[in-house]
């Protein structure tokens, strides 16, 4: 099982994940190695935390501070060149177009953006998109990048509120759906970028700070609890998994059980 889906739930908070009121998260702490207290970068910004997701650097190394891409100095090869480079076919489903910059130009087969506030439910749609997608064509590697808990729950309604609540528990549903229909094809990683307080985040608060992370495969041991996890331990995680070199420049650790 060496494909990957990753998904990331962005501004999803280990308490509100706890609290969402998911009839799906005590099967997904059982099935996982996972952890409710990892921690994003600093700032703690949606496309900053997403380079630094998939380029295994801190974002003083990418130069990207806010939610505008910055050309770095010293580029650095992320997780969608090396899968490139290794033959690998990616496929990437998105709410919000700036995260098109995680990857350089051509290291996609497929690709969809569906802005989060074009329907209701996007996320659920770009989980669909991304379902029909793997079952014709099989990637190597999916990105399905939900936005709605951010944007929708966290910035219009409040972290901590019930409709911050009710998008992190219809973005669990989404990953039950996807364990459903691919698991057995796929190894599946869950993750937040960062968390949010009030109606805003990108502090070193905690509550913008720590955030969960569930890897669901034949590498990791069912119901284990990680410590000392980073953000920066996910692209290294992804290649070992796949079988593919990590970028020399990456800072990141393998999570993958070598026993």
Excluded at 179 to 189: A, F, H, L
Excluded at 202 to 223: A, H, K, L, R, S
Aim: with cysteine; net charge negative.
């Amino acid at each position: 099982m060496n494909k990957v889906i990753l998904i990331s739930i962005d501004g999803m908070r280990p308490d509100g994940l706890k609290m969402c009121n998911s009839d799906f998260l005590d099967e997904l702490i059982k099935m996982s190695s996972y952890t409710f207290d990892a921690r994003t970068v600093y700032p703690s910004i949606t496309l900053p935390c997403h380079l630094s997701m998939f380029q295994s650097i801190p974002p003083e190394r990418h130069g990207t501070l806010s939610n505008e891409y910055v050309t770095p100095v010293r580029p650095v090869n992320g997780l969608l060149e090396q899968l490139l480079a290794a033959d690998k076919r990616s496929a990437m489903y998105y709410g919000w177009e700036p995260i098109r910059a995680i990857g350089k130009p051509c290291s996609l087969k497929a690709s969809e953006y569906i802005h989060a506030y074009t329907f209701d439910h996007t996320d659920a749609m770009l989980t669909d998109r991304a379902l029909a997608y793997i079952e014709l064509a099989h990637p190597d590697f999916v990105f399905l990048y939900m936005v709605e808990t951010d944007e929708k729950g966290g910035h219009d309604s409040g972290w901590m509120t019930e409709t911050y609540l009710d998008c992190i528990r219809r973005g669990i549903e989404n990953v039950k759906k996807v364990y459903e229909t691919v698991g057995d094809e796929y190894t599946i990683i869950v993750t937040a970028d960062h968390g949010g307080h009030g109606r805003s985040h990108g502090t070193d608060m905690p509550e913008d700070m720590i955030i969960p992370m569930f890897f669901m495969g034949e590498n990791f041991v069912p119901g284990e609890e990680l410590e000392n996890v980073s953000l920066l331990d996910i692209a290294p995680t992804i290649a070992d998994v796949m079988g593919i070199q990590p970028a020399p420049e990456w800072e990141g650790k393998s999570l993958v059980n070598k026993k």
